[in-house]
């Protein structure tokens, strides 16, 4: 089953991270998504995607999946 690593919000520079609120004035500052997704292979990923409420609305212009190499932290 896939998890969730860490996701969020990618935000346009100068927002303020720390006060920041999703509504309607906010979320104009969010301009993509991150997800870091614990999977077994690339269709399990694209599976996750093809399942995501928000690409079914029909929210994603464009989607990148790529493996990723964790580094800092270092891997026990």
């Known amino acids: 089953?896939?998890?969730?690593?860490?996701?969020?919000?990618?935000?346009?520079?100068?927002?303020?991270v720390d006060?920041?609120?999703y509504s309607e004035a906010g979320?104009?500052?969010v301009i993509g998504n991150l997800l870091i997704?614990?999977?077994a292979d690339r269709a399990a990923a694209e599976a996750l995607h093809q399942n995501?409420?928000?690409?079914?609305g029909g929210?994603?212009?464009?989607?990148i999946i790529e493996?990723?190499?964790?580094?800092?932290p270092p891997l026990d």
């Open 67 to 72: 493996p990723f190499l964790q580094r800092v």
């Open 59 to 63: 929210l994603f212009e464009t989607a």
């Open 52 to 56: 995501d409420p928000y690409t079914k």
């Open 19 to 21: 006060n920041f609120e």
């Open 1 to 16: 089953m896939p998890v969730i690593v860490y996701g969020g919000g990618l935000v346009a520079d100068g927002t303020d």
């Open 37 to 39: 997704v614990d999977v």
């Open 27 to 29: 979320i104009r500052d």
